[in-house]
């Protein structure tokens, strides 16, 4: 009975004091100690003579024997990867072997909807099983991407790692001394958090230090990069004037007495955790799976099954998760402003005070959970508390309905829950998600008290382990609802036969809009099959994404269209050039944005530097040459504002847009000499000066000038990776539009090499930022975009598709690939290919190998 907690013993004797227990003894003429034993050994022979299992391990077939400290994160801290990131709400790796090993030994497969840091998806894999987990909060996604990658290094690589790490540590302070705060995220801070200071000023100043740092180390090393953001994130909260007690808040002045903030000192510490970790850290075979982020979306994921699933979901106790990793959140740019937090609290299972919203729909209740929220309709002394419970019970039993479709036969739950109490009234929700599963097939086979607890009001509560099977009359339970007919098959099917993009007008390689040529761009789409696609699979109204959107020539024929539209791109150029496209400006923001360049330019001073930066850039000849060097300096000034000055509005991007477009070309408007307008080949001709800003007027003029009809839907351009976590208001999506980049193809940070020297690249960052793009990486596998598609499964409106314009060559058949990748999340409904032989060449004689576009549609 050694793993048994103080609390499970006294209930075993039945007593509540010491002195109850010494009266009861002298009534039986007992010592305390032989009364002790003689009641233990009464309880644990009725316990296993009972279905009566109110003790840890009584009466199963399996006991579960282990010590609850276990079912805590605080038994887990001498493990491996187990303090990378301290998460209290979870258990340890031990709890998770015991629970597999008593309840689902033979499962070939563990699902865990509420993953946390991923104790229970890396167990599993250790243990030789597939392993698959959702997990909503990007802090702990981004946690558990690290330990999969230590767990799968092999054994040459781990060794290089752990001395990356080790150097990194002992260097740490130069570097980070040598890195310059990083501006934008100073910015954020701001936006998000407004007046409040977390961190002393010159902590602050090494946070945003850090950013940088991490920045510059992940281009050079992306494995040792993901690897310091995690012992940053560790260090964040430790180094801050916040404590983590239960949630988040300020330290007490008590606390802060004596309080010396290292922020330096904390990380090294975590990365020689990290380094010595991972050394000692048995390889797994099996990789985890993300298979999703919001578990009450998986009614959307079809064709999956499950063999067990272990978890331990949100406690009903008031916590906000997501409050309490703001600044973390905060720190992976995952917040850019105050709304964020407040739509991932909407989207999480509702479990605390501040996840309640009248906008959260509440579906059906268990009858024990309608019981528990009318008494506290009556006695509540916050009204949202009634509801957080409502909207809790409606949510976890959807979840549980939806998990339940995709078990296996004989497949097993096993969860770990607690309950909880509000205004003087229980609240079990270990009753909810009895109910919530039975009703979905599957029956209670056991229940293990793991903790036992008093709530303020000094109602008992306990932590339980729940195991669910299948009833024997739900061996074949209906199958889960069917995706609703789709309205787009009849305009697809004529798209194929007609391919309205290459007849008549559309086939004009001007057509389209004018502001289609705001800024010329290799690796373009055609206008007119952006149009012909958007108005194919969407209607006025709608909301999409394009993940690879470029210079955002799908998101405006979506705006022209009346469609909502967010374009992703990683290209500085590409997102400024497309914001100037879809975003909503104003001329008298243009004009402002004008003036202050306009009286930056008086000033025509060059810093050494910047005179440096333009002398290093030698692509198809120096970057020098191709200007006369008054034009140049001015082009050097007017690169130092906007750097200083990102644009931080569509105005400002139109601008930088318009400037770019005449950075070099072949006609009277460009500031270079005779070059060409998409890829700044070589120059020719004379040299003279071509003075800045007329250029850049005439050109803002005449982009301006042009109207949209009404019905424009404005648009939105990201600076994200499509493969990295999507921003939460792109969301309730009605498609997936994009083409991503082909394989073998063009490399567009190449052809696009001035602009992006002109938005801040250097001459190292054309060496390593590379190493981030799609293009370069989907030739590692195209597994890469199994992030972008998973996030797009998730994001759909029920019903929504995704179209993926594609290039085939002898190379690599993208569409069966990417069609291979999808699987896990959609169905193919179509594939189709489309001769190119007649596009153009645009004068750049190389396009790649691409023989036919593609078309993946998938549902």
């Known amino acids: 009975m050694k793993h048994l907690t103080s609390d499970a013993l006294r209930s075993a004797l039945g007593q509540e004091s010491f002195l109850s227990l010494r009266s009861d003894a002298k009534r039986h003429g007992r010592s305390v100690n032989a009364f002790c034993i003689h009641m233990l050994r009464n309880q644990l022979r009725a316990s296993r003579d009972s279905a009566n299992l109110h003790l840890p391990g009584f009466g199963t077939a399996n006991p579960l024997t282990l010590d609850p400290i276990q079912a805590t994160f605080v038994g887990g801290r001498d493990q491996p990867l187990h303090e990378w990131y301290p998460y209290l709400e979870g258990y340890s790796p031990a709890f998770v072997e015991a629970v597999i090993e008593n309840y689902c030994p033979n499962a070939t497969s563990v699902f865990d909807p509420f993953a946390g840091t991923g104790t229970t998806p890396l167990t599993a894999s250790r243990l030789g099983k597939k392993a698959c987990f959702g997990e909503i909060n990007p802090v702990l996604q981004f946690v558990i991407a690290a330990k999969v990658l230590a767990l799968r290094l092999r054994s040459r690589d781990r060794v290089r790692l752990t001395h990356s790490l080790l150097v990194l540590a002992d260097v740490l302070d130069k570097r980070l001394d040598d890195s310059s705060p990083d501006a934008q995220l100073r910015r954020t801070h701001d936006s998000v958090f407004g007046a409040s200071v977390f961190f002393d000023p010159e902590v602050f100043e090494d946070v945003l230090r850090y950013r940088t740092l991490i920045d510059a180390i992940g281009r050079e090393d992306p494995l040792v990069g993901r690897f310091l953001t995690v012992a940053v994130l560790r260090s964040l909260i430790p180094a801050s004037r916040l404590i983590r007690r239960g949630d988040l808040r300020f330290r007490t002045d008590a606390e802060m007495a004596g309080f010396q903030p290292d922020i330096r000192g904390a990380t090294r510490t975590a990365l020689r955790r990290i380094a010595q970790d991972t050394q000692v850290s048995s390889r797994i075979d099996e990789t985890p799976t993300l298979l999703l982020e919001n578990a009450k979306r998986l009614h959307l994921i079809p064709d999956v099954s499950f063999a067990s699933v272990v978890t331990s979901p949100p406690y009903l106790n008031g916590t906000n998760y997501f409050r309490n990793t703001k600044v973390e959140l905060w720190f992976l740019r995952c917040l850019g402003s105050r709304d964020d937090l407040a739509r991932l609290r909407y ?315 005449i950075l070099h070309g072949n006609r009277p408007y460009a500031l270079s000499r005779r070059s060409h307008p998409i890829t700044p080949f070589a120059p020719t001709g004379d040299t003279f000066y071509r003075p800045l800003m007329p250029r850049l007027v005439d050109k803002l003029n005449r982009s301006t000038r042009v109207e949209v009809e009404d019905g424009f839907a404005h648009g939105y351009s990201l600076f994200q990776d499509a493969t990295g976590w999507w921003p939460s208001e792109v969301d309730s999506l009605d498609a997936v539009i994009t083409s991503p980049p082909f394989f073998s193809s063009t490399r567009f940070y190449l052809g696009n090499w001035m602009r992006l020297w002109f938005c801040g690249w250097e001459r190292r960052d054309f060496q390593d930022r590379p190493a981030a793009f799609v293009e370069k990486r989907q030739k590692g596998g195209f597994d890469v975009y199994r992030p972008m598609l998973r996030q797009a499964r998730e994001r759909l409106r029920s019903g929504g598709v995704v179209v993926l314009h594609l290039g085939a060559s002898k190379k690599c058949d993208m569409a069966k690939e990417l069609a291979r990748v999808a699987k896990r999340w959609f169905r193919v409904v179509d594939t189709y290919s489309e001769c190119v032989s007649h596009c153009e060449s645009h004068g750049i004689r190389d396009k790649g190998t691409v023989s036919s576009h593609q078309y993946l549609v998938l549902q």
């Open 347 to 661: 989207s999480s299972l509702t479990c605390g005070i501040n996840d309640v919203t009248v906008r959260k729909p509440i579906g059906r209740l268990p009858s024990s959970a309608e019981r528990v929220v009318s008494r506290l309709e009556e006695v509540a002394y916050d009204t949202r508390i009634p509801r957080m419970v409502a909207c809790f019970a409606s949510e976890m039993r959807s979840i549980l309905h939806a998990v339940a479709d995709r078990m296996q036969e004989d497949g097993t739950i096993v969860i770990d829950i607690g309950d909880s109490a509000y205004a003087g009234v229980h609240v079990p929700t270990d009753m909810f998600i009895e109910e919530s599963l039975d009703s979905a097939g599957f029956e209670l086979r056991d229940q293990v008290v793991l903790r036992r607890r008093f709530s303020r009001s000094q109602i008992r509560l306990a932590q339980k382990l729940l195991v669910f099977a299948p009833k024997s009359t739900f061996a074949s339970r209906p199958p889960s609802s069917q995706t609703p007919p789709r309205n787009w098959s009849a305009a697809w099917t004529a798209f194929k036969d007609t391919l309205p993009h290459q007849q008549g007008e559309f086939a004009k390689r001007n057509w389209g809009h004018p502001l289609h040529s705001l800024c010329s761009y290799q690796g373009k789409m055609k206008p007119s099959l952006a149009a012909h696609l958007v108005r194919t699979f969407t209607s006025p109204g709608d909301r999409i994404v394009d993940p690879f959107s470029g210079v955002g020539t799908i998101p405006f024929e979506a705006a022209l269209h009346g469609v909502t539209a967010w374009g992703f791109d990683i290209s500085p150029p590409a997102v400024h050039i497309a914001a100037g496209k879809i975003g909503n400006w104003t001329l008298a923001e243009c004009d402002e944005t004008v003036q202050r360049l306009r009286d930056c330019l008086k000033d025509r001073d060059v810093r050494s530097e910047d005179m440096e930066s333009a002398q290093s850039i030698r692509f198809n000849g120096d970057l020098t040459s191709y200007f006369h060097e008054e034009t140049l300096r001015e082009i050097l000034v007017a690169r130092r504002f906007f750097l200083a000055h990102p644009p931080s509005s569509a105005a400002e991007s139109l601008v930088l847009a318009c400037l770019l477009h």
